[in-house]
């Protein structure tokens, strides 16, 4: 049976293989992992992040990155800094083989995106800036920064360099994404709320997790905020554009997190049954890597700077004896 297919010149034949050839040579450069640098060793996140970027045997692993390489950092004033980060740089060394360095700017060499990861949010502004000047995509862990003055630093200093970055909680991307729906009207979340006597915002220390459900739940417009302080919890209150209200309870020492919202119906309002929320770091590292890869933040940089307004305007309530305050 002769062959019907039209015969080609060699040459031609040769540029199509070449062509396949570096078509093959592009799609494994894509499915090669991201090389991801940490900066800041002292939180239990570079441990478990690690674990399941490095780890293809865990039960939750990501696949598409690993952390090659780690700068030590650390806060001598702060206990959860100072007691803890030898002991996770020793099994970011020991256990995952990560390299650790003397400085961010050495760490940016070495690796293609950055997970700011020090527990310390007074840092943040420093060590950011030394990643965008590098050009790293970056990832800021909880808390973006202690004032909202660093915050919309950082966010000015990225863009001016072009450098994609963003920051969440790991709540957010957990099930109560799903209660978010047209028609809410309010929302309660709790969670943690102890203090750190360090950072001027002191509800961004731990507190931000129930404020980014809050937030994930709500969405942005947020106007004015009050807050009641005791010892034992704080109460903070936004008052939406529209007239919809948002609560936050900030519990201490510890407590679960949780969240209700608030729908229309032909009543009026009617409450959705309490949630617990804990869905672990998967989903978060998850989100982090597919940032990595596409430069597109699953969480807008607006969001999060009105975030930290938010935080702003319930630390000036809390200094005025809870007057309302508007954001700034």
């Known amino acids: 049976m002769s062959n019907d297919l039209p015969q080609l010149p060699s040459v031609q034949w040769r540029v199509m293989k070449t062509l396949a050839l570096l078509g093959m040579i592009?799609?494994?450069?894509?499915?090669?992992?991201?090389?991801?640098?940490?900066?800041g060793t002292d939180t239990s996140h570079v441990t478990a992040f690690t674990r399941m970027l490095n780890d293809p045997a865990a039960p939750d692993h990501v696949a598409g990155a690993r952390v090659v390489a780690a700068y030590k950092g650390g806060s001598p004033d702060i206990d959860e800094s100072r007691n803890r980060i030898d002991r996770f740089t020793n099994e970011l060394r020991d256990k995952w083989q990560v390299k650790i360095v003397d400085s961010i700017d050495e760490l940016c060499k070495q690796v293609d995106a950055v997970l700011l990861t020090s527990v310390d949010g007074r840092v943040h502004l420093a060590q950011a800036r030394v990643a965008i000047q590098a050009h790293k995509p970056l990832f800021i862990d909880k808390p973006l920064a202690s004032t909202l003055e660093d915050a919309r630093e950082i966010a000015r200093l990225a863009k001016a360099e072009g450098v994609p970055w963003f920051s969440a909680s790991s709540l957010r991307f957990g099930g109560i994404a799903a209660l978010r729906t047209a028609d809410l009207e309010g929302a309660t979340t709790w969670g943690p709320g102890p203090l750190e006597p360090h950072h001027h915002l002191d509800l961004a220390w731990y507190a931000i997790h129930p404020v980014e459900m809050l937030f994930t739940l709500m969405g942005v417009g947020c106007e004015e905020v009050a807050r009641i302080s005791t010892p034992g919890?704080?109460?903070?209150?936004?008052?939406?554009?529209?007239?919809?209200?948002?609560?936050?309870?900030?519990?201490?020492?510890?407590?679960?997190?949780?969240?209700?919202?608030?729908r229309k119906n032909a009543k009026g309002q009617s409450a959705e049954p309490a949630m617990k929320v804990n869905d672990g770091y998967a989903p978060l590292v998850r989100e982090i890597v597919?940032?990595?890869?596409?430069?597109?933040?699953?969480?807008?940089?607006?969001?999060?700077?009105?975030?930290?307004?938010f935080l702003d305007a319930a630390q000036r309530s809390k200094e005025s004896g809870g007057k309302p305050m508007p954001l700034r």
Do not use: C, H, M
């Open 26 to 39: 592009a799609l494994a450069a894509a499915a090669a992992d991201i090389r991801i640098g940490i900066a």
């Open 233 to 262: 919890e704080d109460v903070v209150v936004g008052r939406w554009k529209g007239g919809r209200i948002g609560t936050v309870r900030a519990l201490r020492p510890y407590g679960e997190y949780g969240a209700v919202v608030f």
């Open 290 to 309: 597919q940032f990595f890869q596409t430069g597109r933040p699953p969480v807008s940089n607006e969001e999060t700077l009105e975030i930290f307004a």
